[in-house]
């Protein structure tokens, strides 16, 4: 079975939406998987269910407001995904370029590239995903003014992982900035989370990972 991780991307093969779609749907959810289908747009993978037999691949679909922001479960099969990918990265955010000459960003960015100096083994991605990384790709309506911008950043290590928090937290936009820090067993926790528990202000966090959900102290 293919080792995907929480948050990447897929993009079925025609086969693979050939079989999607001759599914027990109802015509809300056939209106967006034909659309989906149609574009060729990609799904997300999500938390595995690890008792699916013979194995399969736990996808989501998050619809736009056209679609009142329905949620869509999807299992496929490893033959039925055509290629894997990531969210948009910070810099090709469409809406990077009315931030990028704000103050708190041209910090946020020498920040990263400084960790980067710092620790060869960090290689900064940093993907947008959540509502503007969906609109980004979709060009479908799905941000609102409450919606936070939400960044995934792969991290080595927790040396780095406490580093790039800090960062985060000085980073300033019109948004709410939220999102995770990804470590390369493929488990994620919240960067706010995590930087409270390196200052001592919580002893636990919550960890994601490809198949559960758990504290950690």
Known sequence: MIDLQRNVLVWLTAPGWDRVLASDW??????????????ALPLVVCRQRVENSPPTISLGLPAPSVWDRRKLALEVTPIEVGRVGRFPS??????FQQF????????????????????????????VYGSFGWETLTGMSYVRPSSDLDLRVEVPDHETAAAVARALNALQLPM?????????????????EYLQWVEGKVDRMLVKSRTSVGFIA
Request: contains cysteine; glycine residues 6%.
């Open 176 to 192: 709410r900035v939220d999102g995770e820090l990804a470590f390369p067993d493929g488990s994620a926790i919240a960067w706010r």
């Open 26 to 39: 109802n015509v809300q959810a056939l209106s967006i998987l034909h659309h989906w289908a149609l574009r």
């Open 90 to 95: 910070f810099e090709q955010f469409e809406q």
């Open 100 to 127: 990028k000459q704000l103050e708190s960003c041209e910090a946020f960015i020498a920040a990263i590239n400084e960790i980067r100096f710092n620790d060869p083994g960090f290689e900064g991605s940093i993907q």
